[in-house]
Every structure is written in C-alpha cells, then in structure tokens.
C-alpha cells in the first residue's frame, strides 16, 4: 500500500465521524507523511510506523460519532409529496413495514418513520429520486455492502453498547394517484400491505416478510413472496377482457378471496393454498409439495395440479376442470361439463354436477369414488386392474365393466391400476 491508498482508506473510515476530528487527524498524518518522506524514509516505512487504521479508531469512544448520528437523526422522520405525472412508480422499502394507498389527489405522498435505534438510523436512510420518467423511493444503506468498508464496520466496533443495538423498525407510508401506468413494490424483509391503488399494472415482491394485496383496480397484478404469507382479497378485474392476476407463494400460505380476472394463476413450492370466492376465464392451481383447498369458485377452463400435496375442491363451476396430482388425493365437488381427473398414487372422489356430459377419472394404484347423483343420465365404462367394482350399489364381477342408465348423456370413463372403483 502506497501513501496514497493509505490516506484514501482512512478518509474513508473517518467521514462517519465529527468533522473537526476527522480534519485533526488527517492534517497530521499529511504532515507525518511529509517529514518522514524529507528525512529519507519510504512509504512503506512511514505507514508501518503510523500503522493499522482500525486500531488508530478503537481509541476513539462513540461521542466522536455524535455530531454526524445528530444529522442522520434529524433525517430519520420525514414526510414528503410529489406532483408530476410518471409512467411508473418504483418503490423498495428493504427491511421497512410499508403501507401503500392510493392518494386522494395527483400527489405522491411518502411519510418515512425510521424508530429504530441509532445504529439503525445510522445505517438506513430514505432516497428518493426521478429518471426517464420513472419516480424512485425507499430504503437503502448509506453505502453499498460490497464495498467492504461501510458505516456499519465503524458501527460495530462500538457493539458492546447495548444501546448500539439494531433494534427497532422503519416504518413507509406511500399514497399514489390513480393513473399512473405502471407501479412496482419490493421489500426484502419488511411486510407490504397494499390497498386500493387504481394503476394498469401492479407488480409485487416481499422475500421474508407478508404480503397484503385488498381492493385494487388494475389490469394485471403479479405478487411474489418467498417464505411470507400472502393474502389478496377484493380484486374485480373484468373477466372478459385481457386481464391476469398472478400469485405466487413459494414456502408460506397463499389466500385468495373474492378476486375476479380473465387469467388467474395461483402457485406455491412448498405452502398451502386456500381459494373462495374467484372468478375467472381460465384457472391455474398449481404447487409442488402443499395442498390447495378452492370454495365457490367460477372459471370456464380450470387446471389444478400438484406433486405431493391433496387438492380439495367445494362448490366448483365452470365449463372444463382438469386435475393432477403424483401422489396427492383429489377431493372434488364440480358443476362442470368436462372433468379430467388424474393421480399417480392418490385416492380420487368426485361429485358431479348436473351439467357434466364427460367424466373421464385415471388412478396408478388409488381408488375411484363418483358421486352422479345430480346427473340424470350416464354411460360408464370402469376398469381396474386388480380391485373391486361398484356400479350405483351392485358388484360387478371382472376387470371391467359397462353401464348405463337414464338418458346415457354423460360419458363416464374409470380405470385404475390396483385401487377399487365406486360409482353412486
């Protein structure tokens, strides 16, 4: 390390602390440098005899920070309000609890509350700024982690006082006018509650905290969470136009309830899903490993697929209803016309409505129980490889079997490796 390394390094360390110390100090390295340099001695040399510039800062207690922490405190509560008109909205509140409105006129307002303690306040900060047409705001450090020297590193050597502490929270109000195209909100680990905002298109994304989506107008929603829970409510987008509501929850428990759109996805990795209330043109209910549970909902063309996990569906109707799962069961009450049913492993139980006119039920090795009480006529072939038949309370001997009853409308076809077959 040259002089000039060294003396960039130690500006760096020292611009957290108070001014007058921070001039004192490199005023007199400055001057060390220049007599040691007139007296013959390398750089490598004096910076030896100066030596390490962490150690230098331990003498200093953190009163030698107070002057900068009363600046950074002074920032730490703030409202503010924009007018312009943006063709999107960006905001990331990190690890702030965010609350997200719509404004009651053609203001951007941001109320930002950091009530944590000073180390929190120290490192956390507001931004807020525009670009190409673009508002940004929210939460950030002071200095980008991967520079390796950042206010947190002067922070820390003060931990063992307790009042050093990171404890305490941040806190984001925003209220955005309706109109604007395009509005995106993240937060790492904070939770995000939104409500009511009235855009084209709403993206969200929280990665340890819950997400809460209620009463938004758009044309297409998407929300991710990673390991928090997430419930969206309230949503009347028309089913008849080109409209999506996207939801994903990868390991925490994703609720829907009342929401309406063309398209409608619903996935999860590992978490459950609860659906009541949904309305849709087309219906996507998908995840690896957790259960899906769906009540009074509506969809012309329906897809529900999952690994392990059961799917149960109550109250069901629509046009075409399709299930999957590997070795979950399927738990169905559908008014549908067209049902396709499969599973690998797993037990399948339908009751179909009177508007079914095609029932098609596959198991690997589980058993098949139908319900066509509310049908008034059907054609059913059943086949098992090495279970038992019940036609509507009568066994039937062999591996298959044909029957028919009433008007023989509906065509019903069961087939299972080695489970039973049950038709009521």
Known sequence: MNKAEYMEALRERLQYYNKALETEILEDYEQHFAEGLAEGRSEEEIIAELGNIEDMLQEFSQEDLKQELEAVESQANQSNSYRQLYRAVVIDGLLADMNVSASPDDQIRISYE?????ALKLRYHFYQYEEDGVFYAGVKERREAETGESLWDVVSM???????????????????????????????????????????????????????????VCRKLLARTQSGDQQVSDLSLAVHEETEIELHAASGTLEARDISGAKICLSTSSGDINGNGLNAGELKVQTSSGEAELRNAEADRTALRSGSGDICLRGFRGVELRGETGSGELRLQADTESMDIKTGSGDIELEAGSRARQVRMVAGSGEIRLNLGHVEGASIVARTGSGELRIRGQEASGRSHSFSYGSGTCRVNLTTGSGDIEVR
């Not at 195209?181 to 995000?192: A, K, N, V, Y």
Request: hydrophobic residues 35%.
């Open 114 to 118: 950091n009530n944590g303690s000073k």
């Open 158 to 216: 003060f931990a063992n006082f307790t009042n050093w502490s990171s404890a305490g929270s941040i806190d984001l109000d925003v209220q955005i006018p309706a109109g604007i195209p395009l509005i995106r909100l993240s937060s790492t680990s904070g939770d995000l509650k939104v409500r009511e905002l009235e855009t084209q298109e709403l993206e969200t994304q929280c990665t340890s905290g819950d997400l809460q989506i209620q009463g938004v």
